[in-house]
């Protein structure tokens, strides 16, 4: 029930981008770009969309054979 409540819509656009930067370090990039994916579409409003816009656009200049 509790990990419902955790991964329901509701999810704080922080805790998400914070999680995310924390994927990225783990050099677990896919699930790093899943949760930036989904603060920007859970919370396209939010200051952390427009982070996690910008980590992700960073991706695409950083490795542009990969693509995101």
């Not at 930067?21 to 939010?46: C, D, K, T, W």
Request: negative net charge; aromatic residues 8%; glycine residues 4%.
């Amino acid at each position: 029930m509790l990990c419902v409540m955790v991964w329901g819509c509701g999810e704080d656009p922080r805790q998400l981008f914070e999680t995310a930067q924390f994927e990225e370090q783990q050099h677990n990039r896919a699930h790093a770009q899943e949760l930036y994916e989904r603060v920007i579409q859970q919370h396209p409003e939010s200051e952390f969309a427009e982070k996690a816009r910008k980590r992700l656009e960073a991706w695409k200049t950083e490795n542009p054979e990969e693509g995101t």
